[in-house]
């Protein structure tokens, strides 16, 4: 019986080529929404997740402000607070010596550059020693810093991908010669892409600290200074400890009483990797809302089309009622006929989500961010096509199944 309401479900299907069409459209453009925002939001949160984990979350961030707190706090507090000093990078140095690397990152934005008749503003980042070893990154062309460069404050620099190429015309700018400060710098290096989603370094100049601290000096509140701190081995000194321990010396560092608040901030990177998920989710909600919308129309064409296919066809629902078909095959009939419309177009819609995958990879990569398509949203998005088919054919198939056989014939003609 459903073998045989199958093959009437396409043979109707065939004879409202047009109509069918139409139908399979409205329904790919709802499938193909919604599978992009999944794609997007999936691809999004694991790029992120997979930054941090290269970072590595047993890497402490001492800065003056948290990188998360409640509207209700007023931000001036954070603001007002001291900034990393030397004082606290050396006594956190000192103090972990043989169990953490740490480093002291020193930002100077809106910093002007020269490289012959251009000139541009970036962020000029200044690091320490063992800034590499709590903070990877990879160098495309030249080198990185060496230990002598570092503790000297010889005038090189490493360039971001981006910087490089807007301001030398060129992707290696190794051996370049730039002006920084009245100094001249040479660049020995530039740092691969990173893209949007793969971190801040793109258009940034890296310098030894100690070049940049002879050349702008740290005031009280120049710059922005961050404090890295990283456990050499995890598993021996937990987060958790380390956290307690750099608490510790700082709070040493700066005299502060035993019930005395804080005034600088220990921000690690699960708290952030808890935020990345959240607002991932909030991102995919609103997606899919806005997408439910297509494919809900989607589903209203598909009821529409049933029901008009219930009116046109009512002679014949009325012979084969009349003929011994019981409800069920009826019922089947119709339910089958919009599953299959829903589900041709839903493979139409995953086929363009495909498409567009494939075609925006290359520009994804460049920003940081691996598209990927995840089978449990394939299986998510067969699924939803399906109940979408169903849902929208329950009433024409249930008013088609319920037809009185002679009144369905007379009214039929």
Do not use: C
Not at 184 to 212: C, H, K, M, N, Y
Not at 267 to 286: F, P
Not at 363 to 377: I, K, Q, Y
């Amino acid at each position: 019986m459903f073998g045989e309401a199958f093959r009437q479900a396409l043979r109707n299907m065939e004879a409202h080529r047009r109509r069918s069409l139409l139908t399979l459209l409205s329904i790919s453009v709802g499938i193909f929404s919604v599978s992009s925002v999944r794609v997007f939001t999936y691809s999004m949160e694991r790029s992120i997740i997979s930054r941090f984990e290269k970072l590595g979350t047993s890497t402490l961030y001492v800065h003056h402000f948290p990188w998360i707190f409640s509207s209700t706090e007023n931000w001036e507090k954070y603001f007002r607070r001291p900034r990393i000093s030397l004082l606290d990078y050396e006594a956190v140095r000192n103090g972990l010596s043989e169990e953490a690397w740490v480093a002291l990152r020193y930002d100077r934005s809106l910093e002007k550059i020269s490289f012959r008749n251009h000139t541009e503003e970036t962020r000029i980042v200044g690091v320490t020693e063992e800034f590499k070893r709590v903070y990877p990154l990879e160098v495309k062309w030249g080198r990185y810093f060496s230990l002598q460069e570092l503790q000297q404050g010889i005038p090189v620099a490493i360039m971001g991908s981006r910087l490089a190429k807007s301001l030398t015309g060129s992707e290696n700018a190794s051996d370049a010669e730039i002006q920084y400060g009245g100094k001249r710098l040479r660049v020995i290096g530039v740092l691969r892409a990173q893209g949007s989603f793969g971190g801040d370094f793109d258009r940034v100049l890296l310098v030894p600290f100690s070049f940049l601290y002879r050349v702008r000096g740290m005031g009280r509140y120049q710059g922005d200074r961050t404090l890295l701190v990283r456990a050499k081995n995890p598993e021996a000194l937990p987060i958790a400890l380390l956290e307690a321990r750099v608490r510790g010396l700082i709070r040493k560092a700066r005299h502060l009483p035993p019930r005395a608040e804080d005034n600088f901030t220990i921000n690690r990177q699960d708290a952030l990797l808890e935020q990345v998920r959240q607002i991932s989710g909030y991102v995919e909600t609103v997606g899919l809302f806005i997408a439910g919308f297509a494919l809900l129309v989607g589903g209203f064409g598909v009821a529409n089309i049933l029901y008009i296919a219930v009116r046109e066809r009512r002679s014949e629902i009325g012979i084969q009622r009349a003929m011994g078909a019981p409800r069920l095959f009826i019922l089947a009939l119709f339910l089958i006929e919009g599953t299959l419309l829903t589900l041709s177009g839903g493979i139409i819609g995953i086929g363009l989500m495909g498409v567009l995958v494939v075609s925006l990879s290359g520009w994804a990569a460049s920003e940081g961010l691996t598209l990927a398509v995840a089978l449990g949203d394939l299986i998510w998005s067969i699924s939803l096509t399906i109940s979408v088919g169903l849902l929208s054919a329950l009433m024409p198939a249930w008013n088609a199944a319920h037809l009185h056989p002679i009144e369905a014939i007379r009214t039929g003609f």
